[in-house]
């Protein structure tokens, strides 16, 4: 990760060859609205792409690893600049969907005034979180730096609140066109991860760090493997070569989940949830937990180091996943009402007062629920983690030389993703009846595997599928769901309910340079 955000000046290192026709076009559309907006041309422009998450859901603000991959679809952002006069600065930002995202003027008194109204859905909030966090490092590069005023224009393919990330990449986008569009040339990928985690929280939701780390560092072609303990790295993972070979299908339920107003009963909630597992079985057991980089400061990977590093056990546990698994007994054993918890026993175990309890886990992101499931939560991340540990370990140890291994590696693969989709569904309570739905179509037209991604509750899934069942595949998706339960989508929503391509590329600065491609 301390490689530096590549720049380029063309576009052919960036998509996949099938996608490069489509993408030059709307790369010169953007450049044209740009400079009929604005009335010149943008100097550069930042892009990131969305990503899908494989494995591993649920479990990045525990501080267990995942395995997304960066999508072909993504936001792209022309930027023009000029020096401010004073410390006061202005982004004048517009999107080339104008009746959905209409354009703004911002303007700040200094670079110490970026307020974020969390309370409010506005897309801009998502820019002013790059924004936030850009500013601290452009700060470091240079202590009497002033913040240029900006001229921005954001373009994005991703489809918004469907599961692929389009926050984040909106929020990485918009960090690196403030850090280049202020003369900062030399990203590293870890610095623009790292602050965009933090910063996109400013929006209202608690997340991890997955998405952002795919946005900037995936690699065409490949998965990558996020680790965020005992810090954030990335490894990216080849595919095994299968006969036939395997294949990922990304499909829209169409079904919205806006976590920005599902938050105190959906995804805060389980952050929530999550974290009072882990202080709730470190005061049973008596132990510290250490203060990690997790969403809301303790962890259940942070029970983990801490219980290991304690006396309370003596047996010799070799390997990363026995460690795991006894984590696993461990919550039957010191969480087992199933029913849930309740505030004033929470407050109890944990020796602190219903209100210090509010303060200290429930106020920065309001939440609404008397009862907290610890049990199941605390159940679905250790499991989670064992699963993705497993399914890493099959890609990277596994070169099937026959039909018939690949068709075992196969099944392993897929099995794993069918568990995960179950533990999400009935553990983990994040899915909904339609995503069951089409994971169910998938499975019996030919998938191996089917699951929600992302932060579920509606939004997309992904399949592990053989190339050959492909078209079988949609055929029944479109046979049994979108024709009968979604039957008013757009053509253009029909065009894009399902992907099949290509893991695509990182975050990226491309130049523009006066011969550039897309100016003529
Ligand atoms: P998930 O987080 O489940 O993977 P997501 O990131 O697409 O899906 P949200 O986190 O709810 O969904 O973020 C969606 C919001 O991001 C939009 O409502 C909008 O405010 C902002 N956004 C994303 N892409 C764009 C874009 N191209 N133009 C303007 N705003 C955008
Ligand atoms: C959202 C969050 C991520 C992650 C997923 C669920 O996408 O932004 O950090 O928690 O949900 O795996
Ligand atoms: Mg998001």
């Known amino acids: 990760m301390d490689e530096q955000i590549p720049v380029k000046t063309s576009l052919s290192e960036l998509y996949p060859a099938d996608a490069l026709t489509t ?69 004048a930002i517009s999107n080339t969907n104008p009746e959905k995202f209409s354009s703004r003027n911002l303007e700040f008194k200094d670079k110490d005034s970026i307020d974020i109204d969390a309370a409010k859905h506005e897309w801009t909030n998502y820019f002013k979180a790059g924004l936030k966090g850009a500013l601290p490092l452009l700060s470091k590069a240079n ?51 790292e602050l965009a985690i933090v910063s996109e929280r400013s929006v209202g939701v608690n997340s991890g760090g997955m998405d952002q780390s795919a946005s900037v560092c995936s690699e065409s072609g490949k998965a990558l493997h996020v680790a965020f303990y005992p810090q954030l790295s990335v490894e990216p993972v080849s595919f095994p070569k299968t006969d036939p070979p395997l294949t990922f299908m990304i499909a829209q339920s169409f079904v919205a989940s806006d976590k920005h107003v599902t938050g105190p009963v959906c995804y805060n909630l389980r952050v929530v949830e999550v974290t009072l597992a882990a202080e709730y079985i470190a005061a049973k057991l008596g132990l510290k937990l250490p203060q990690d980089s997790s969403s809301l400061g303790r962890s259940l990977r942070g029970l983990q180091e801490a219980y290991f590093a304690s006396n309370k056990t003596n047996k010799d546990f070799s390997s990363e996943s026995d460690r795991v698994s006894h984590m696993l007994s461990l919550v039957q054993e010191h969480l087992s009402n199933k029913n849930g918890y309740d505030r004033q026993e929470i407050a109890t175990t944990l020796g602190i007062s219903i209100s210090e309890l509010e303060e200290r886990y429930m106020t920065t992101f309001p939440i609404h629920a008397e009862n907290f499931l610890l049990n199941q939560r605390a159940t679905h991340v250790y499991s989670e983690a064992l699963r993705v540990h497993k399914f890493i370990t099959l890609m990277k140890e596994s070169s099937p030389s026959s039909s018939q291994e690949s068709e075992t590696l196969l099944k392993e693969l897929g099995d794993l993703m ?67 339960k979604k039957p008013d989508l757009s053509q253009e929503q029909r065009a894009e309910a399902v992907v099949v391509s290509e893991p695509g590329h990182g975050a990226m600065i491309i130049e523009l340079q006066d011969n550039s491609e897309f100016l003529t």
Request: aromatic residues 8%; contains cysteine; proline residues 4%.
């Open 23 to 91: 993408s030059k076009k709307r790369w010169k559309n953007l450049i044209s609205k740009f400079q009929s907006e604005f009335g010149h041309n943008p100097t550069f422009i930042a892009r990131c792409p969305g990503r899908v998450n494989i494995i591993g859901e649920h479990i990045d603000y525990s501080l267990y690893d995942a395995l997304p991959a960066g999508v072909v679809a993504d936001v792209i952002i022309a930027v023009a600049s000029s020096l401010a006069k004073s410390n006061q600065f202005a982004v």
């Open 143 to 193: 202590p009497d730096f002033r913040q240029s005023n900006l001229e921005i224009l954001v373009d994005g393919t991703v489809p918004t609140g469907g599961g692929l990330s389009s926050s984040a990449a909106f929020v990485c986008a918009s960090a690196l066109s403030v850090l280049y569009g202020n003369g900062v040339h030399s990203i590293t990928k870890r610095s623009l991860t």
């Open 418 to 484: 069918n568990q995960s989709q179950i533990s999400c569904r009935e553990v983990y309570d994040c899915s909904c009846p339609e995503l069951d739905e089409m994971c169910n179509i998938a499975r019996e037209a030919g998938s191996y595997g089917s699951r929600l991604t992302g932060a579920g509750w509606g939004g997309c899934t992904v399949h592990l599928v053989p190339k050959d069942k492909v078209d079988d595949i949609r055929t029944a998706w479109i046979d049994k769901y979108y024709k009968t």
